[in-house]
C-alpha cells in the first residue's frame, strides 16, 4: 500500500517510498521479526514453515512494476517521472496517460506563455496554470537528464548510490483538483478513474476559450429501453467518457486449474501450509464485450404503454466514437459478504480495437415507441389530516440494503440516508454514496423524510396538476444535483415531468441542451462516485462531438496493484516513438514486458481510415 507506508519489506530487498529505491536496512532482523519472520532461523515464526519451503511466484506486484528485470531509464522530455506523495500515484499514472495525448499538450503546454500572462495573482488557485505547469514539466525534459557520468564513477569509488533528483512533484497540483473533494483531499488511496472523471469536470468548467481537450473524450450512448410486455420502446442519448466493460468471470477459458487452485488454496490454509502457486482467471476480451452488449434488467420501470410498472430491459450502443477511447474494466466488485473487493484477473486486451458492430442504428422498421406520458402523481387519502393530500407519498427505503450496509459496520442512519439519497438503486450504488459522504459532519445523523410538493402544490388547484411557476421540491432539486446535473436543469426537469424524479433524470438525458429559466453561479460537480454518463453539458449550443471510425490502437494502460482502490499503487505505460515506456512514481524506464493483460484502464486512439 502507498499511502503511509515508508518501507516495504521482502525476503530479497527493502524499498523506501521516501527515496524512491531499494536501501540499505541495519537493522532488517528486527524489522523482518516484527512481521514474525526470524531472519536467523530462517522461517516464518508465525506458522513454522521454512521460508525455503515457499515456491517463488510472480505476483500482480512484479508483473506490473516488471520486478527482476533490468530496464534501461529513460531521460529526456517526455520521460519525466513524478514524485509519489504518499497516496498520489493514481494521479501520477493518469497525468502520464492524459499528457501524451497532443490534444492536452498543445492546449496546456502550447499555450503556456498566454495561461501564465492571464493567470490571477494567485496561480496557485488557477486550473489552467496549474496544468499548463504540470504538462510543462512533464513535457519540457528539464527534469529527466541523465545523471553526469563523474558523478557515478564517484559513487561507484565510495561504494554508495545517492538517489537522482529527476522528475517533479504533483503537490500543488493535487491540492488544488482535490480542493473541497472528501475524497481526493484526503490521505487515503483513490480510484483512477473517479479521478478521470473528477479530471473532466474541471477541464470542462475551466476551458481555455473555444478549446476543450476533453472533446477527445466525449462520445454519445444510445439507450434503448424496451416494455417487456407491450414490446414497445424508447431511445435516448446521454453524453459519456468512459466506456465501462464487465468482467465475464463465468467466460474464463480455465476453470478447471480455478477450482484446483481453490481447493489446493483452502486445504493449505487448514493446514497453515504455504499457499499454492497463484492461479489467476484467464478471460477472453471478446466475453467482456459479449458481456456490455447484453440486456440489462430496468429496476422499477414503468411502462407509459401500460400505464403501470413492468419489466424492462436496456441495451446500450454507441451513438458516435470518440477520437480517443478509454476502457474500464470492472475488476473492483462486491462479494457475497458485500465486502468490496477485487477480481484478480488477466484479460487479452487487443493492441487494435474495432467497436464498428456497436454502431447505434436508431429506431428499426417494425419497433413502435412508448407513449411520451408520465406516470400518474398518486396524493393519499388520510381522513385524519385533510391537509395531508397535499403532499406525495415519501419513497420507500430498501431495507434490505440498509441491512446490507449496516452489517458492513456504517451507522444505521447513514445507510438508510445513503439508500434513500441513491433511489434504492441497490447497496453498491448506496455504498459509494456512503463513501463519498461519510466525513460529512451530519452523517450519521437520522434522516428526515421531506414531505414532498409542500411547495410545489400551493396554487396547483384540485385537479393536481403542478403549475409551472412554482418550485419543484428542493429535497428532488437536491438529489439530481448531487448526481452531477446543474441544479437549473435539474428545476427544469421536475417541472417538465410533473416532479417524477426518474423521469426527470430520463428527460435530461434527451434534452442535452436543456436550460433552466433560473440562473445560478453552482458549477458542475461530479463528486467522487458519480459515473461519467452522468455529467452534464453547461454549454447552450450542446457538447461537441467527435465521431469517425470504430476502429482503434492501443497506446497506454493504468494498472492497479492491491486488492481495493483504497489501497495499493497504479503504474502507468505508455507506448512512445515506437516502443512501450513504464511510469512508476520516479522511475521512467523503457518496458521489457508491458503486462498489459493486467491493466485498469485502457487508452485507446483512432486508426486513421
Known amino acids: 500500500m502507498c499511502a503511509g507506508k515508508l518501507l516495504l519489506l521482502s525476503l530479497l530487498d527493502v524499498y523506501s517510498f521516501e527515496e524512491e529505491e531499494p536501501v540499505l536496512d541495519p537493522h532488517l532482523a528486527k524489522h523482518l521479526a516484527h512481521f514474525g519472520i526470524d531472519m536467523l532461523q530462517m522461517h516464518v515464526t508465525e506458522n513454522g514453515v521454512r521460508d525455503n519451503e515457499i515456491k517463488p511466484r510472480v505476483s500482480e506486484w512484479e508483473m506490473i512494476q516488471e520486478s527482476g528485470m533490468k530496464l534501461k531509464p529513460m531521460y529526456g522530455p517526455g520521460y519525466t517521472g513524478?514524485?509519489?506523495?504518499?497516496?498520489?500515484?493514481?494521479?501520477?499514472?493518469?497525468?502520464?496517460?492524459?499528457?501524451?495525448?497532443?490534444?492536452?499538450?498543445?492546449?496546456?503546454?502550447?499555450n503556456l506563455p498566454r495561461i501564465f500572462d492571464y493567470s490571477p495573482l494567485d496561480p496557485t488557485q488557477d486550473f489552467n496554470t496549474q496544468m499548463a505547469k504540470l504538462g510543462h514539466g512533464l513535457l519540457s525534459g528539464q527534469y529527466s537528464k541523465p545523471p553526469v557520468k563523474s558523478e557515478l564513477i564517484e559513487q561507484v569509488m565510495k561504494e554508495e548510490h545517492k538517489p537522482q533528483h529527476n522528475g517533479i512533484s504533483p503537490r500543488m497540483f493535487k491540492a488544488f483538483v482535490s480542493?473541497?473533494?472528501?475524497?481526493?483531499?484526503?490521505?487515503?488511496?483513490?480510484?483512477?478513474?473517479?479521478?478521470?472523471?473528477?479530471?473532466?469536470?474541471l477541464i470542462e468548467r475551466n476551458r481555455i476559450g473555444s478549446e476543450n481537450p476533453s472533446d477527445v473524450f466525449r462520445f454519445l450512448v444510445e439507450e434503448r429501453t424496451q416494455c417487456c410486455q407491450s414490446r414497445k420502446v424508447r431511445y435516448t442519448e446521454r453524453v459519456d467518457y468512459i466506456m465501462q466493460l464487465p468482467v465475464a468471470m463465468e467466460a474464463a477459458i480455465n476453470k478447471d486449474e480455478l477450482i484446483a487452485y481453490e481447493l489446493k488454496r483452502?486445504?493449505?490454509?487448514?493446514?497453515?501450509?504455504?499457499?499454492?502457486?497463484?492461479?489467476?482467471?484467464?478471460?477472453?476480451?471478446?466475453?467482456?464485450?459479449?458481456?456490455?452488449?447484453?440486456?440489462?434488467?430496468?429496476?422499477?420501470?414503468?411502462?407509459?404503454?401500460?400505464?403501470?410498472?413492468?419489466?424492462?430491459?436496456?441495451?446500450?450502443?454507441?451513438?458516435?466514437?470518440?477520437?480517443?477511447?478509454?476502457?474500464?474494466?470492472?475488476?473492483?466488485?462486491?462479494?457475497?459478504?458485500?465486502?468490496?473487493?477485487?477480481?484478480?484477473?488477466?484479460?487479452?486486451?487487443?493492441?487494435?480495437?474495432?467497436?464498428?458492430?456497436?454502431?447505434?442504428?436508431?429506431?428499426?422498421?417494425?419497433?413502435?415507441?412508448?407513449?411520451?406520458?408520465?406516470?400518474?402523481?398518486?396524493?393519499?387519502?388520510?381522513?385524519?389530516?385533510?391537509a395531508m393530500n397535499r403532499f406525495m407519498d415519501p419513497p420507500d427505503i430498501d431495507e434490505?440494503?440498509?441491512m446490507q450496509l449496516a452489517e458492513m459496520g456504517f451507522p444505521l442512519e447513514?445507510?438508510?440516508?445513503?439508500?434513500?439519497?441513491?433511489?434504492?438503486?441497490?447497496?453498491?450504488?448506496?455504498?459509494?454514496?456512503?463513501?463519498?459522504?461519510?466525513?460529512?459532519?451530519?452523517?450519521?445523523e437520522p434522516l428526515a423524510i421531506p414531505s414532498y410538493g409542500a411547495a410545489a402544490y400551493s396554487g396547483a388547484g384540485g385537479s393536481g396538476a403542478l403549475g409551472l411557476d412554482n418550485h419543484p421540491p428542493e429535497e428532488m432539486v437536491a438529489i439530481i444535483a448531487s448526481m452531477g446535473f446543474q441544479r437549473n436543469v435539474a428545476v427544469q426537469a421536475l417541472r417538465a415531468t410533473n416532479n417524477n424524479l426518474e423521469h426527470a433524470i430520463d428527460w435530461i438525458f434527451s434534452h442535452p441542451d436543456a436550460e433552466g429559466n433560473e440562473t445560478t453561479s453552482e458549477a458542475l460537480d461530479v463528486g467522487n462516485h458519480v459515473n461519467a454518463n452522468s455529467l452534464a453539458e453547461s454549454d447552450p449550443e450542446g457538447p461537441t462531438i467527435k465521431d469517425g471510425s470504430g476502429r482503434y490502437e492501443l497506446f497506454g494502460f493504468v494498472s492497479h496493484m492491491g486488492t481495493s482502490t483504497m489501497s495499493g499503487h497504479y503504474v502507468c505505460h505508455v507506448k512512445k516513438e515506437g516502443r512501450w515506456v513504464i511510469y512508476n512514481d520516479l522511475k521512467v524506464c523503457a518496458s521489457e514486458r508491458p503486462p498489459k493483460e493486467l491493466g485498469y484502464i485502457y487508452f485507446y486512439h483512432r486508426i486513421p481510415s
Open 266 to 386: 483452502r486445504e493449505a490454509e487448514t493446514a497453515r501450509r504455504p499457499p499454492p502457486e497463484l492461479i489467476r482467471a484467464r478471460i477472453p476480451f471478446r466475453a467482456c464485450l459479449q458481456a456490455f452488449l447484453e440486456p440489462e434488467n430496468v429496476a422499477d420501470f414503468w411502462s407509459s404503454a401500460l400505464q403501470a410498472k413492468s419489466a424492462g430491459v436496456k441495451t446500450s450502443r454507441f451513438a458516435s466514437f470518440p477520437e480517443y477511447l478509454v476502457v474500464q474494466i470492472k475488476k473492483f466488485t462486491f462479494g457475497l459478504d458485500w465486502i468490496p473487493k477485487k477480481l484478480d484477473v488477466s484479460i487479452d486486451m487487443p493492441d487494435v480495437l474495432d467497436i464498428s458492430h456497436l454502431r447505434a442504428k436508431g429506431l428499426q422498421p417494425g419497433e413502435e415507441e412508448l407513449p411520451d406520458i408520465s406516470p400518474p402523481i398518486i396524493i393519499p387519502d388520510d381522513p385524519k389530516d385533510g
Open 82 to 110: 513524478m514524485k509519489n506523495l504518499g497516496n498520489s500515484c493514481y494521479i501520477s499514472s493518469l497525468m502520464q496517460a492524459i499528457f501524451s495525448i497532443p490534444e492536452f499538450q498543445r492546449a496546456y503546454v502550447g
Open 400 to 402: 434490505s440494503s440498509v
Open 179 to 201: 480542493k473541497g473533494h472528501p475524497e481526493f483531499s484526503s490521505n487515503r488511496q483513490q480510484d483512477a478513474q473517479e479521478f478521470f472523471l473528477h479530471l473532466i469536470n
Open 414 to 444: 447513514a445507510c438508510r440516508k445513503a439508500v434513500y439519497y441513491t433511489g434504492n438503486m441497490g447497496a453498491e450504488v448506496a455504498f459509494n454514496w456512503i463513501i463519498a459522504h461519510m466525513e460529512e459532519p451530519d452523517f450519521a
